[in-house]
């Protein structure tokens, strides 16, 4: 039989379910790579974010206006007041107020505990990277980029508050906790962290301690921080694409839109709840769109050279 034969019958498939289709002539080994491209992209959007809404004055005028439509003047218009901190007596929904800092201890707890009973040692320390280097990147970030004064503001609005720090925590910790997570529960999990992210970074505009760019620089430098982590991770180490049921993204994405709504909603201005609600729900679109895909792979197969 001649190799031109040979390959013939090979990619032959058969009539009868009692018979085998022949292997292929040669082995098809794959490389499976991941791009290093979906970082730089991210961190891409992080600058543009901040170059279009802080650096020119159309992107001050335009969120400075959003703060001037009246939580400025009294932050209790906003529904999310009595969980805030801020009222005399209460607990503040983690991680607002002083609770920032509780909040990343246990949830750096969590990951160490999930680590040490799965014993995914690879995974585990790549979602501690990705919460240290989120808040580190967020601390270093807030003090080497200025917010100048291009309107000539008021002094309460020309305080530098990009990216935000409360924001970020609920992103980072999400997407360190997924790293460690089981497979089977992976969706789930992202699913809560989604919603805890579209609520705080809703919150935190709505109280009027950030901006919508703020939650946004936020949601786009944890994303930048987790795929450069994964990307540095062996190949055998890094986590699969999560598999989700099919109606939860649905779900998920549509609660997450009441979640902002509901956080980001304030009692003298429709306009700006809305505002605050769509920054917060692309948050939560961005933090599910990679907690879902997980790192970017690119799988390539490549064919045995076959002798003509």
């Known amino acids: 039989m001649t190799q031109q034969d040979h390959s013939t019958l090979s990619t032959h498939r058969p009539d009868g379910p009692g018979q085998a289709s022949e292997a292929p002539a040669g082995p098809s080994p794959s490389r499976t790579t991941r791009p290093w491209t979906p970082a730089l992209l991210y961190f891409l959007g992080f600058l543009a974010v901040y170059l279009i809404a802080v650096c020119t004055p159309f992107g001050q005028r335009a969120e400075n206006a959003v703060l001037d439509l009246g939580v400025l003047h009294d932050m209790r218009t ?5 969980w805030s901190g801020a009222a005399y007596g209460s607990t503040p929904l983690p991680p607002l107020e002083m609770s920032h800092t509780g909040t990343l201890i246990v949830g750096l707890g969590v990951i160490a505990v999930v680590t040490l009973v799965r014993r995914c ?31 000539n503001a008021r002094e309460m609005l020309i305080e530098s508050s990009f990216p935000s720090g409360h924001a970020i925590i609920p992103a980072a910790l999400t997407l360190g906790v997924i790293l ?28 009027g301690h ?11 430098l944890a994303c930048a921080c987790y795929s450069l982590v994964t990307w540095l991770l062996p190949t055998a180490a890094a986590p699969d694409i999560t598999r989700s049921p099919r109606a939860l993204p649905p779900v998920a994405l549509a ?3 009441a979640v902002a709504l509901a956080a980001g909603a304030r009692s003298d201005t429709l306009v ?17 769109y990679i907690a879902a895909e997980g790192p970017a792979r690119r799988t390539r197969r490549t064919l045995s050279s076959r002798s003509q």
């Open 78 to 82: 906003a529904w999310i007041y009595p």
């Open 121 to 151: 040692w690879w995974q585990g320390c790549a979602a501690v990277g990705v919460v240290v280097a989120t808040i580190g990147g967020k601390e270093v970030l807030r003090a080497v980029l200025p917010r100048p004064d291009l309107i």
């Open 180 to 207: 460690v997570a089981s497979p089977r529960i992976r969706p789930y999990v992202t699913t809560v962290g989604v919603l805890w992210h579209a609520c705080i970074a809703a919150a935190v505009q709505a109280l």
């Open 210 to 220: 950030h901006r919508p760019s703020d939650v946004l620089g936020s949601t786009l």
């Open 255 to 257: 609660l997450s839109a």
């Open 272 to 288: 700006g709840s809305l505002v605050d609600a769509a920054a917060a729900f692309v948050c939560a679109a961005l933090l599910w």
